[in-house]
């Protein structure tokens, strides 16, 4: 039984050995992989900000609640 491999961005059909994109490992076209990988390198900004507000906040909490708590629950 033969198979045809679909971009997973437009349904076009691609080569079996297109490279794959992600951590799902899907395949795009030519044309639909600088749109994938741009959205990639977005998420990852945003992860990273969200990250550093995240960091700072749980800084803050942490020194809020030290002075009641010899330890906090999520220090080993």
Request: hydrophobic share 30%.
């Amino acid at each position: 039984m033969a198979t045809v491999t679909t971009c997973d961005g437009t349904g076009v059909e691609i080569p079996p050995d297109t490279p794959t994109t992600g951590i799902f490992g899907h395949q795009y076209c030519d044309a639909a992989r600088p749109i994938a990988e741009t959205y990639l390198e977005e998420v990852e900004t945003l992860h990273k900000r969200l990250a550093i507000q995240f960091q700072a906040e749980l800084e803050e909490l942490r020194a809020r609640y030290r002075g009641q708590l010899k330890q906090l629950p999520d220090e080993p």
